[in-house]
C-alpha cells in the first residue's frame, strides 16, 4: 500500500526567508502525481503545486517549488519570501494514475515569525 | 453559487443520534469524496462515488453511510453517532478525467465541523 510521510509536523520560519517542507512517500508504481495541499486557519484545502512523476523537471509556481527526487521518493516543498499569509497547515499527497484515490500525509504547520 | 458546498459547517449531536452532513457540487463532476480530518491523522478517505448509484469504500468507512441518487448531491450519514466520530469532514469532487493517466484537480468544500458530545 502507497503511503505518504511528513516527519516535521510543525515548522517555523521568519518572514521573507525560505523554508523547505519535507515528504517521502512509499510506492511500487511507475506512474502517479503528487501534491502539495495548502489549508489555512478558514480549513479550506487548496492546492498549491502538483508534480507528475513522469516529469524530471520540477513543479514551479511562484514562490512555491518542488525538489522531486524520484528514485529517493521525496518531494519538498520550497517557499521562497516567505509571508504572512503563507502561515497554514500544509500536506503532502499522492495518487497514483490508475487510481481514484488521493492519500494524504498527516500534514506540518508551519508558522511565519514576523 | 458554483462550486462545492457543504451544510452545516457546524454541528453539535449527541452520542447515538442519526445525522446527516450534506454535500453539494454545482460541476456535474463525476468523481465525489468524503474524508474526516483528526489531529495527527491528516485527511482520510472515508467513502467515494464513481458516478450516481456507484459509491465504495475507503480508508475508514465503519460507522458511515452514503447515497449518490443524484450526481450533484453526496450526503454521509452517521447512523449512530460515537464519540471517535468527532471530526472535521470535508468533501470533494472531480472530473472523470480523460484517459488512465490524465491529470484531473480535486476541489474541495469548505468542511464541516462536527462535535459528538
Known amino acids: 500500500a502507497q503511503t505518504v510521510t511528513q516527519s516535521q509536523p510543525e515548522m517555523s520560519v521568519q518572514e521573507a526567508e525560505t523554508v523547505t517542507l519535507s515528504c517521502t512517500y512509499d510506492t511500487s508504481e511507475s506512474d502517479y502525481y503528487l501534491f502539495w495541499y495548502k489549508q489555512p486557519p478558514s480549513r479550506q484545502m487548496i492546492l498549491v503545486i502538483r508534480?507528475?512523476?513522469?516529469?524530471?523537471q520540477n513543479a514551479t509556481e511562484n514562490r512555491f517549488s518542488v525538489n522531486f527526487q524520484k528514485a529517493a521518493k521525496s518531494f519538498s516543498l520550497k517557499i521562497s519570501d516567505s509571508q504572512l499569509g503563507d502561515a497554514a497547515m500544509y500536506f503532502c499527497?499522492?495518487?497514483?494514475?490508475?487510481?481514484?484515490?488521493?492519500?494524504f500525509g498527516k500534514g506540518t504547520r508551519l508558522h511565519i515569525l514576523p | 453559487d458554483a462550486g462545492i458546498t457543504q451544510s452545516p459547517r457546524y454541528k453539535i449531536t449527541e452520542t447515538g443520534r442519526q445525522v446527516t452532513l450534506m454535500c453539494h457540487q454545482t460541476?456535474?463532476?463525476?468523481?465525489m469524496f468524503w474524508y474526516r480530518q483528526d489531529l495527527g491523522h491528516g485527511l482520510r478517505l472515508i467513502y467515494y462515488s464513481a458516478a450516481a448509484d456507484i459509491t465504495d469504500k475507503g480508508e475508514v468507512p465503519d460507522g458511515y453511510v452514503v447515497s449518490r441518487s443524484k450526481t450533484e448531491n453526496f450526503p454521509l450519514t452517521l447512523e449512530s453517532a460515537t464519540r471517535s466520530q468527532t471530526s472535521v469532514y470535508f468533501c470533494a469532487s472531480r472530473t472523470q478525467g480523460e484517459g488512465l493517466s490524465a491529470y484531473y484537480e480535486q476541489y474541495f468544500g469548505p468542511g464541516t465541523r462536527l462535535t459528538v458530545t
Open positions: 508534480q507528475e512523476a513522469y516529469k524530471q
Open positions: 460541476w456535474s463532476h463525476s468523481y
Open positions: 499527497a499522492y495518487r497514483s494514475a490508475g487510481d481514484d484515490k488521493i492519500i
